[in-house]
C-alpha cells in the first residue's frame, strides 16, 4: 500500500486534473458561443422603436480568457498527466528509461510552482479586469444610431472596453425584443462567471499539489537515505 503522502499527492493531482477540464471546458464553451454571435444581432427596444445591436463591441478584451486556458492547459498536460507518468516512472533506478524518469520526475517537481503561479496570475488579472469594467453601461443613444448592417457589414459598439462577462451583463440591461436572447445570455454569463470562479479553487488545489509533492519528496528521499544507510551498515558487518 502506497505511504498517505504518496497516496494524498495521487488525489490531489487526480483533482486537479478534473477542475482544470472544467476549467477548459468553460472557457472553450464562451469562446464557441462568442464566435457564434460574431454575425448576429440583439434586437433592442427603445424610444418606440428598435436597433440592432452587434453581439460583440468594438473593444472585447480577450486575453484574461487565454492565460486562464492557458493556466488550465498547462495544470492539466504538465502537472496532471505529466505528474502520473512522474510518480509511475521514478521508482525505476536503471537504464535509460531510469534516467529519465528521475529526470522527468524533478522536472515535474520544479514545475509545479510556477503552473501554480501562473493559476494565480490567471486569477489576479480576470478578477482585477473584471471589476474594473464593472459599472460599465451601453449606450442606447449610441447604439441605436451606428446604423447597424448584418455581419459583415456590421458596426460594433465602439465606446469604452469589454470583457465578455462585462458586455453581456450589460447587454441584459438593455431591452431585449427576444426573450430567447434574454435567456441565452443568461445561460452563457453564468458559464463566464465560472470559468472566473473556478480559478480560485484550481488555484488552491495547485498549491496543495506543490505543497503535497514537495513534502511527499522530502519523505520519500530521507527514508531511501535511511534505508541507504542501513545497507552500508550491514554491508560492513558482513565484510569484518
Do not use: C
Request: without cysteine; glycine residues 8%.
Amino acid at each position: 500500500m502506497a505511504p498517505p503522502l504518496t497516496l494524498a499527492l495521487w488525489i490531489s493531482i487526480g483533482i486537479l486534473m478534473i477542475d482544470s477540464i472544467i476549467e477548459l471546458s468553460f472557457v472553450s464553451s464562451m469562446v464557441a458561443w462568442l464566435h457564434r454571435r460574431a454575425g448576429r444581432d440583439f434586437e433592442i427596444a427603445y424610444a418606440d422603436s428598435t436597433y440592432p445591436l452587434h453581439g460583440k463591441p468594438l473593444n472585447l478584451l480577450v486575453n484574461q480568457g487565454h492565460t486562464s486556458n492557458g493556466a488550465a492547459g498547462t495544470a492539466f498536460v504538465l502537472i496532471g498527466m505529466g505528474g502520473l507518468l512522474a510518480l509511475a516512472l521514478r521508482s525505476r533506478t536503471s537504464g535509460v528509461l531510469g534516467k529519465f524518469g528521475r529526470g522527468w520526475y524533478f522536472f515535474w517537481l520544479v514545475m509545479t510552482v510556477p503552473s501554480m503561479l501562473l493559476t494565480l496570475a490567471a486569477l489576479i488579472y480576470t478578477m482585477v479586469l473584471t471589476y474594473q469594467h464593472d459599472d460599465q453601461r451601453i449606450s442606447n443613444a449610441v447604439a441605436s444610431q451606428l446604423n447597424n448592417q448584418p455581419y459583415p457589414n456590421y458596426v460594433a459598439y465602439p465606446l469604452d472596453s469589454w470583457t465578455p462577462e462585462n458586455w453581456f451583463d450589460a447587454v441584459l440591461k438593455l431591452d431585449l425584443v427576444n426573450s430567447g436572447d434574454r435567456s441565452n445570455i443568461q445561460e452563457h454569463l453564468r458559464v463566464m462567471r465560472g470559468w472566473r470562479w473556478n480559478l480560485i479553487p484550481m488555484f488552491i488545489i495547485g498549491l496543495a499539489v506543490s505543497g503535497v509533492a514537495f513534502a511527499e519528496f522530502l519523505v520519500v528521499r530521507r527514508r531511501r537515505g535511511a534505508a541507504g544507510g542501513v545497507r552500508e551498515m550491514e554491508s560492513k558487518s558482513l565484510s569484518s
